[in-house]
């Protein structure tokens, strides 16, 4: 079986908050709304190369764990994305995870990646 690639154990921090184009904004509406659904840790969305978005909760099952950011970018994948253009993040975390961050650059090495507070505000953006 082959080795699966270690997740960065790094957290990303967030530079100081941007504003968002009218697309990125949708994005953290759709997070939010992923997170409050279902009463979720953290509420993620991304948008892919055709414009389409995909919207994921954080999960914590006895057998599963994955961040909303790393299910986001699954269900892109899943649907034939090959790139990324953006992405949100929701969590009252002040960084970013490992794991959601190493995902995202699976399929984009430019992509922002906005962080935001569970109210919506943006706390910042991840761009390496």
Do not use: C, F, N, W
């Not at 709304?33 to 978005?53: F, K, L, P």
């Amino acid at each position: 079986m082959p080795e699966s690639p270690a997740v960065p154990a790094a957290r990303p921090t967030p530079s100081d908050p941007v504003e968002l184009s009218a697309e990125d904004g949708k994005l953290v509406v759709l997070a939010r709304g992923a997170r409050g659904r279902v009463g979720a840790v953290e509420g993620a969305a991304v948008r892919d190369q055709d414009g389409r978005t995909y919207a994921a909760a954080s999960v914590s099952l006895p057998s599963l764990t994955i961040t909303a950011l790393q299910l986001a970018v699954a269900s892109a994948a899943a649907a034939g994305a090959t790139r990324l253009e953006a992405a949100v993040v929701v969590t009252e975390a002040s960084t970013l995870d490992g794991a959601g961050h190493a995902a995202v650059r699976d399929l984009a090495a430019d992509a922002p990646i906005h962080v935001a507070a569970p109210d919506g505000s943006v706390l910042g953006t991840v761009v390496e």
